[in-house]
């Protein structure tokens, strides 16, 4: 890998939803929801608001940056050695909601994960296991 | 998923192979007859999953003698540590989980 630490590099995912962005909305920012389908978290839809996201395998760091409702909201994101920005924009279509999550970061060091010191093999066969499941 | 990506989980997917792979990285170079002597399968079949292993670049084999040292190549899986594609998978996941939340959900 050509990695400098100052390469911001980032991961885009988008779907269309069948569903209005109010209803997306609630469930970006309403802690319950959240917690539904993403982690446990003490999330507020206010700028500068610290909160946290935890699952059993860790937990994150995050802290508001943005708060538009129905529109975006982005919020940093630091998790084992990952510094990034996830930033949610939701855009009306004539069927629902084009929702769109973007990451974008660094890590400092991305040779970490080679000494396994925070990263760990049994980890990162767990994480290799996922994908496993999802490719025929 | 790039090819190399496929080529490397297909490689990695089998228990026994894996295995031999893990010992690789933990212990150093070994011969095929050390590997033999813990893998619990026949000198043939470690000899057939250290090929694959090759192929994926995983191990690199040095001859010395009559015995020919296998030692892991950690740098073949950098393109599966790479933070991208984890987190790509990991929002794919949670994107599912959202919309089965969504439909769940009352207006």
């Known amino acids: 890998m050509n990695e400098t630490s100052s390469e911001t590099r980032s991961v885009v995912v988008e779907r269309e939803m069948p569903f209005p962005p109010e209803k997306i909305w609630r469930a970006l920012t309403q802690p319950h929801l959240i917690e539904e389908w993403l982690m446990k978290n003490d999330f507020k839809p206010i700028v500068d608001h610290r909160f946290n996201l935890s ?14 409702p129905n ?45 396994g010191a925070k990263f ?3 980890k990162f066969f767990a994480s290799l296991e996922q994908v496993l499941a999802r490719i025929d | ?17 894996r295995a031999i792979f893990e010992r690789l990285c933990r212990d150093g170079a070994q011969t095929v007859a050390a590997l033999t ?3 619990g399968v026949s000198q043939p079949a470690v000899s057939k999953h250290l090929r694959a292993l090759k ?8 001859h010395e003698g009559r015995q020919t040292h296998y030692t892991a190549q950690l740098s073949a899986l950098a393109p599966l540590l790479d933070w991208t ?11 599912d989980d959202l919309e089965d939340l969504l439909r769940r959900m009352d207006q």
């Open chain 2, 37 to 39: 002597a813990q893998s």
């Open chain 2, 85 to 95: 594609s984890q987190m790509a998978g990991f929002w794919q996941s949670r994107f």
């Open chain 2, 55 to 62: 192929q994926a670049q995983l191990v690199r084999d040095r």
């Open chain 2, 1 to 17: 998923m790039a090819q190399s990506h496929d080529l490397l989980f297909r490689t990695l997917a089998d228990p026994t192979r």
């Open chain 1, 55 to 68: 699952a059993d395998w860790g937990a994150v760091d995050c802290q508001v940056l943005t708060v538009k």
């Open chain 1, 120 to 122: 760990g093999w049994p």
């Open chain 1, 71 to 115: 529109k975006s909201l982005s919020y940093t994101w630091a998790a084992h050695g990952l510094e990034s920005v996830v930033t949610w924009t939701l855009t009306p279509t004539g069927k629902g909601t084009h929702l769109r999550m973007e990451q974008t970061g660094f890590r400092p060091d991305q040779t970490q994960a080679y000494q």
